[in-house]
């Protein structure tokens, strides 16, 4: 049987009228087997997608618009390839529903099916802006000779602490298009004081890494348990729109619920 190829990094056409078989799966497993994850999850959480501009038409045939929430539980057997989204989303553009509330129920369905979980869809009704909490570290006085991913980097030690650290320096390219991804990253942790210096260094060591969002969160999360002994740890990352989507994955072991969906001003 030959593999379906999934539409990213290909010439595609941008169909108009209602298609879930665009929606284009990955299985999450290959990736978390190269963390070390088989088995039960380390961590609960999500990956948080935001639809700035989704339009349908009504019964009557005038454009709808709305602003959605996307939330794909994160132990979902797959995530959804991006370009596949934006182009279901898409499909949506010149398709009649009686009420918004159908549509809402019609991207449930498809994405859930997609994902192998009960994802939620929630149409936003403001766009508020707050930024990410914590204490920046990108002032840290940090010489940089290397940008491979590399958990060594890490140091923990001394007193245990309780502090909310972030940076908007993370980068990474997709591992598909090359294309670059940007995010805000605040991670929230107890255990031994985290040295900000070298917790900078690893950051910026993604910066030429090939890999999906919700996997480069889950590799942090990863590397931030073993290297630093965390007794509670949150990783959360937000990052910037393509294509009008931006995905935010939130990974914990603390037992605090995924936030709201709020974004950040650079989004």
């Not at 088989?38 to 019964?59: I, M, R």
């Not at 509670?232 to 072991?253: E, K, M, Y």
Request: glycine residues 8%.
């Amino acid at each position: 049987m030959t593999a379906r190829l999934g539409p990213l990094g290909q010439a595609t056409g941008y169909p108009d009228r209602y298609d879930p078989s665009l929606l284009f799966a990955v299985a999450r497993a290959p990736q978390r087997a190269d963390i070390g994850i088989d088995g039960a999850l380390p961590f609960t959480g999500a990956d948080v997608w935001t639809a700035y501009e989704h339009t349908w038409l009504d019964g009557r045939g005038r454009p709808r618009i709305a602003m959605l929430s996307l939330v794909v539980p994160v132990d979902s057997p797959y995530i959804v390839e991006s370009k596949s989204v934006k182009l279901y989303l898409g499909s949506y553009a010149q398709t009649r529903f009686d009420d918004g509330g159908k549509v809402k129920l019609a991207i449930e369905r498809d994405l859930s099916a997609a994902t192998g979980g009960a994802v939620e869809v929630a149409v936003l009704e403001d766009a508020r802006l707050a930024p990410m909490p914590g204490v920046s570290i990108d002032d840290e006085e940090v010489s940089i000779d290397g940008y491979e991913v590399d958990p060594s980097l890490l140091c923990a030690a001394g007193e245990t602490v309780s502090e909310i650290l972030r940076s908007d320096l993370f980068r990474s390219v997709c591992p598909v298009t090359g294309q670059p991804d940007y995010a805000s990253i605040a991670i929230a942790y107890r255990g031994p004081r985290i040295d900000r210096a070298s917790l900078l260094r690893y950051v910026i060591s993604f910066r030429l890494h090939a890999g999906f969002h919700e996997h480069c969160a889950e590799r942090i999360f990863v590397d931030l348990a073993q290297r630093c002994a965390c007794e509670s740890l949150t990783v959360h990352a937000r990052f910037t729109r393509r294509g009008g989507l931006d995905i935010n994955p939130f990974r914990t072991n603390a037992g605090v619920p995924v936030p709201a969906n709020v974004r950040t001003p650079r989004q």
